[in-house]
């Protein structure tokens, strides 16, 4: 497992947060990812989250705001190297990457898993079988894998002709990264994972 330093899990920290961003505040409300209207959206939440505020709060909203625009904008920057931004794969595999790493190639095992997630909702029992027990899944694609299926499963998936709760997949995808120590114990994509695998937990619960 290649050592990732602490700027480089910041960075990390800061691409998934954009990703998140994305995926829940903007697409949903159909903004397009494009600088300006990314501004634009987080300007018009900021002047409806000060009217009225006291002027702390309002420098610290400003500052909130302007961060989350930041890291959509440098997320969509960093994917427009890899094609359509629109294109949700993109932007996952953009986030996942540090700079240095977006060039290189993936496994079609992985690019195949996460475009089936992502645009169709269903994995391939083999396939799946595949990833799972290969033992040369690298850092970039182990977090593509969880950020596929935490960000985009809805509470299951199609596999093999039945429903593959998304609890026990993102469970799966977990345990091959810990147990071929892959990602680091303080990987924001892990950590990440496993808060979603809790928040799973708890809605079966309820």
Do not use: W
């Not at 480089?8 to 691409?15: P, V």
């Not at 903007?26 to 300007?43: A, T």
């Amino acid at each position: 497992m290649p050592a990732v330093s602490q700027d480089e899990l910041m960075y990390l920290q800061s691409q998934l947060e954009g990703l998140e961003s994305i995926f829940i505040e903007l697409m949903p409300y159909g903004v397009e990812l494009k600088r300006q209207q990314v501004q634009d959206f987080y300007d018009k939440r900021y002047d409806n989250a000060t009217k009225p505020v006291a002027q702390v709060a309002e420098n610290e909203l400003r500052r909130q705001f302007n961060t989350k625009a930041n890291q959509v904008r440098n997320l969509v920057d960093s994917a427009e190297s890899l094609g359509d931004v629109s294109n949700k794969v993109n932007l996952i595999r953009a986030a996942a990457s540090l700079p240095g790493d977006r060039s290189k190639g993936l496994k079609p095992s992985i690019l195949t898993y996460c475009k089936a997630i992502v645009f169709e909702n269903k994995v391939e029992p083999q396939l799946l079988s595949e990833i799972l027990q290969s033992q040369d899944v690298g850092p970039v694609e182990a977090r593509m894998l969880l950020a596929a299926t935490m960000f985009t499963v809805p509470r299951a998936v199609e596999h093999g002709g039945e429903q593959l709760l998304a609890r026990d997949l993102l469970a799966q995808i977990i345990g091959l990264i810990r147990s071929e120590q892959i990602l680091q114990r303080n990987d924001p994509f892990l950590n990440a994972s496993l808060c979603s695998l809790d928040g799973m937990d708890e809605d079966l619960t309820d």
